[in-house]
C-alpha cells in the first residue's frame, strides 16, 4: 500500500490526496494523536500551470500541521526559490 511515486517530473497524483484511515500513534508526552497523510502531485509537473501548484500546495499547508519537503536530487537553487514562493503565502 502507500501513494504511488515516480523518479521524473511528472505527476503520479493529482492534486491531493488523504490516506484513508488515520494512523493511530502517541505525542512525545504520551497523548494518544491520530495522524492522517495527505500527498499532493508535485510542483513544477510538465502537465500543470504554476497557478494550479500554487493552489494544491496552498491547501496542502492550510490542512497541515507538519509539512516534508520531497526533492529529486539535493535541494539547489530552484527547489530554494520555489520554497521561497510558497513561504510567502
Given at each position: 500500500g502507500g501513494f504511488p511515486v515516480g523518479s521524473t517530473i511528472n505527476a503520479c497524483t493529482k492534486g491531493l490526496w488523504?490516506?484513508?484511515?488515520?494512523?493511530?500513534?502517541?505525542?512525545?508526552?504520551?497523548?494518544?494523536?491520530?495522524?492522517?497523510?495527505?500527498?499532493?502531485?508535485?510542483?513544477?509537473?510538465?502537465?500543470?500551470?504554476?497557478?494550479?501548484?500554487?493552489?494544491?500546495?496552498s491547501l496542502a499547508l492550510l490542512l497541515s500541521s507538519t509539512l516534508l519537503y520531497n526533492s529529486v536530487g539535493a535541494i539547489d537553487e530552484q527547489a530554494?526559490?520555489?520554497?521561497?514562493?510558497v513561504a510567502q503565502l
Open positions: 488523504v490516506w484513508s484511515e488515520p494512523i493511530e500513534a502517541k505525542a512525545p508526552d504520551g497523548t494518544p494523536i491520530s495522524v492522517l497523510v495527505m500527498d499532493t502531485e508535485g510542483i513544477g509537473a510538465l502537465d500543470a500551470s504554476s497557478d494550479h501548484d500554487l493552489r494544491v500546495f530554494l526559490s520555489t520554497l521561497s514562493l
